[in-house]
Nanobody, 122 residues
Framework: QVQLVESGGGLVQPGGSLRLSCAASGSIWSINEMGWYGQAPGKERELVARIGSGGTTNYADSVKGRFTISRDNAKNTVYLQMNSLKPEDTAVYYC????????????????WGKGTLVTVSS
């Protein structure tokens, strides 16, 4: 059973930093793209950042220059370093990954974590 578990959310003041982590566990053959999505109160879930297996990244315009996504393939983990946080960054952040489970006959499947809450407030 493959699962994604996020950690690192919390309350932070404007201008502060947080680092989110998401570890994939279970019977995994390989992982392709991994990413982070944010869902602010009353809004739809939106892409924050994604990273390919080779390290290619893309970011939402709103976080460029402030957030950095990275991954450790040996640990099946993706990170999101969040700097210069703003109140509008407040959201539940969800980890997402394309994973091929071992013994899978269907190839890559898309998985979501349960989310971690980031609140930016003074």
């Amino acid at each position: 059973q493959v699962q994604l578990v996020e950690s690192g959310g919390g309350l932070v003041q404007p201008g502060g930093s947080l680092r989110l982590s998401c570890a994939a566990s279970g019977s995994i053959w390989s992982i392709n793209e991994m990413g982070w999505y944010g869902q602010a109160p009353g809004k739809e879930r939106e892409l924050v950042a994604r990273i390919g297996s080779g390290g290619t990244t893309n970011y939402a315009d709103s976080v460029k220059g402030r957030f950095t996504i990275s991954r450790d393939n040996a640990k099946n983990t993706v990170y999101l370093q969040m700097n210069s946080l703003k109140p509008e960054d407040t959201a539940v952040y969800y980890c997402n990954a394309d994973i091929r489970p071992r013994h899978s006959t269907t190839g890559f499947m898309n998985y979501w974590g349960k989310g971690t809450l980031v609140t930016v407030s003074s």
